[in-house]
């Protein structure tokens, strides 16, 4: 069993960065693929990063590639997300979530974290 607890979040002018981090604890974090996902108000829950266990491996949805860059730290157990160029439309809670295996859908994500609220005011 795995937990995540995500922080990082905040209020951030369009154009500027903010940095997320999700620390795990209770599973061997290395062998997680690791995955951010968001969501908005009124909207479903879409994928926007993953990467593989060793970090050598990573994906973006195309909304945020270029401008997010999703990384780990196996021996610290936590992932992050590096959020750059926000857009009002970034504006969501951002989650952070656990699988055994690669994937971009959240039925495939077996452990989430409880999210952390992310605004983008323009």
């Known amino acids: 069993q795995v937990q995540l607890v995500e922080s990082g979040g905040g209020l951030v002018q369009a154009g500027g960065s903010l940095r997320l981090s999700c620390a795990a604890s209770g599973g061997t974090f290395s062998t997680y693929v690791m995955g951010w996902f968001r969501q908005a108000p009124g909207k479903e829950r879409e994928f926007v990063a993953t990467i593989d266990w060793s970090g050598s491996y990573t994906y973006y949805a195309g909304s945020v590639k270029g401008r997010f860059t999703i990384s780990r730290d196996n021996a610290k157990n936590t992932v992050y997300l590096q959020m750059s160029s926000l857009k009002p439309e970034d504006t969501a809670v951002y989650y952070c979530?656990?699988?055994?295996?690669?994937?971009?859908?959240?039925?495939?994500?077996?452990?989430w974290g409880q999210g952390t609220q992310v605004t983008v005011s323009s």
């Open positions: 979530a656990a699988s055994r295996d690669k994937g971009t859908s959240a039925p495939n994500y077996a452990y």
